[in-house]
């Protein structure tokens, strides 16, 4: 039974998340691109040099800022919305399952695909980064990306939350809530500034991973 | 043994009253229609037997259990179709039989592929590119193969042609009383529900105005046509009228009493009149004569 929700989902989200793991791959190696040029017409010194002492200007990796985001956007609407057509998601509920249970095991699946995603494009942007730099610039810029790659899991949720939210007005107010929450996660900042901050972000977006439960509730009990 | 009991269900939108202590149940093995104009609460009751509405009051059951929290197990047993046949729209129909297999112990394709083999459609084409009659097909198919001991059918004539109107009810009465499934349908076609129901639920705006099995119905429900000498004669307020339709002198009326019972009464009050008969009524003019026109 859960395989045929798996299923399901995998239906509605796969073209986009190929599209997402494309695009990741895409840009990881637009910043691979940049970094060789770099490396050729800069001499690989003078890179060195503008890295270490000119103020943390590590190389492009600033590119991955939006992408989580984008790619977590496209697979919740993939996902969710077309359960809101027609009120689709009650075919859901009424499978023999718990409907919350039933609900998690979307969210799951689609967290999932996300971080397969997230890792596919950490380990090129790992490996392809060893060809050029030591450890810690790597761990520096991995550090750097970290919460951009959370924000992609944050705007899943909250999407989950919005889209499934059967009132307009409360689907409004979340949008707001959102729109305070996500920018934290991409602040413009100096490489590992966030360090200090990952360990509570981290707790902030599993703790998020649930919110679509409430809409699930507030749909079963029949607001509208 | 009732399949179906709801007791004392009241609800309201805001401050509109939808309903207030509204009771029924509905017999294993039988076919029963919730009739009522748009607006009385129709889909309100289907949504509450299927846990998607909390009643202000009041609750409804199902094989025993409370219809907000039931179990897998009940689930399995009970096959929905929305409002408009709705699906995953976004699955063709290999897709969506494969989907919806695991879900159920009893589940047999047989008579799914049977229905969809009558339709056009290639075996890739997804349901959202379908006709609505072929989407009700699919609906309908995967009900039948769910082999559900009880359906809940809301609307099922929404946007079908005659045809496969026909094809629909036809399917779903042989399909009932050849396994004794238990079914709860609304349709806003009333000769629809003619050839289908047993039973009959007729709502209006806060009330029911019938709740009974459709043969009895139909026998004790009559409307009588009759030419008023003075056409300002107004019986609409008597007892024994349910309700009346006047244009100029001519009236029309129906009542759960005799032919005799009219006649007398319209003789011992010296209301003149010619012309009188007895209208033969199919579902539909019986529904329009209990609830009004407007």
């Known amino acids: 039974m859960w395989k045929s929700i798996l299923y399901k989902e995998w239906l509605k989200i796969r073209w986009f998340a190929f599209i997402y793991a494309a695009l990741g791959i895409l840009v990881v190696g637009n910043i691979f691109l940049k970094v060789q040029h770099d490396f050729e017409f800069s001499q690989a010194e003078n890179y060195w040099y503008s890295i270490l002492f000119q103020g943390n200007q590590f190389y492009e990796y600033s590119l991955f800022k939006f992408v989580p985001l984008l790619g977590a956007l496209v697979i919740a609407l993939a996902q969710y919305f077309p359960e809101t057509v027609n009120k689709r998601i009650k075919l859901t509920f009424h499978l023999p399952l718990n409907e919350n249970k039933a609900l998690l095991a979307m969210m799951l699946f689609g967290a999932f695909c996300l971080l397969a995603i997230a890792a596919v494009l950490v380990v090129l942007f790992t490996g392809l980064s060893g060809m050029y730099f030591p450890s810690e610039i790597i761990q520096s810029a991995l550090i750097s990306v970290a919460p951009w790659f959370l924000c992609g899991f944050t705007v899943y949720f909250l999407t989950a939350l919005i889209v499934l939210e059967p009132v307009w007005k409360y689907r409004f107010l979340y949008l707001l809530v959102a729109a305070t929450l996500v920018p934290i996660y991409l602040q413009t900042a100096a490489a590992r500034a966030y360090s200090p901050a990952l360990p509570l972000l981290i707790v902030f977006t599993v703790l998020l991973s649930v919110a679509l439960l409430f809409s699930g509730y507030r749909f079963r009990k029949g607001e509208m | 043994m009732n399949v179906i009991e709801c007791k004392n269900l009241t609800h309201y939108y805001g401050k509109k009253l939808v309903y207030e202590k509204l009771s029924f149940n509905v017999k294993e093995g039988s076919i029963l229609g919730l009739l009522g104009k748009n607006g009385t609460g129709k889909t309100t009751t289907i949504n509450i ?140 076609i009333i000769q629809d529900m003619e050839r289908l129901i047993d039973d009959l639920l007729i709502m209006d705006f806060n009330r029911v105005l019938a709740q009974r099995d459709v043969k009895s119905f139909m026998q004790e429900f009559k409307q009588f046509y009759l030419e008023l000498d003075d056409p300002s004669v107004d019986i609409s307020n008597e007892d024994f009228v349910i309700n009346s339709e006047k244009v100029s002198n001519k009236l029309e009326l129906y009542t759960y009493e005799s032919e005799d019972t009219i006649l007398n009464f319209l003789k011992n009050n010296g209301i003149a009149h010619k012309n009188f008969r007895q209208v033969k009524m199919g579902l539909e003019d019986a529904f329009i004569g209990l609830t009004g026109k407007y």
Not at chain 2, 101 to 123: C, E, G, I, R
């Open chain 2, 49 to 188: 037997l299927n846990g998607f509405l909390h009643p202000q009051n009041g609750e409804c059951l199902i094989y025993g259990e409370n219809t907000q929290n039931l179990s897998p197990q009940n689930k399995a047993r009970i096959g929905f179709l929305i409002e408009g046949h709705v699906q995953y729209a976004f699955m063709n129909i290999h897709q969506i039989e494969k989907f919806y297999s695991k879900f159920y112990p009893k589940w047999d394709n047989a008579p799914y592929w049977q229905l969809m083999s009558k339709l056009q459609v290639s075996p890739k084409q997804k349901i959202a590119t379908m006709s609505c009659g072929q989407r009700s097909q699919v609906a309908l198919g995967l009900i039948l193969a769910q082999d559900p001991d009880l359906l809940i059918l809301d609307d099922f004539s929404m946007g079908l042609d005659p045809g496969y109107r026909r094809l629909f009810i036809d399917y779903l009465r042989e399909y009932a009383k050849e396994k004794n499934k238990t079914i709860f349908t609304t349709s806003h």
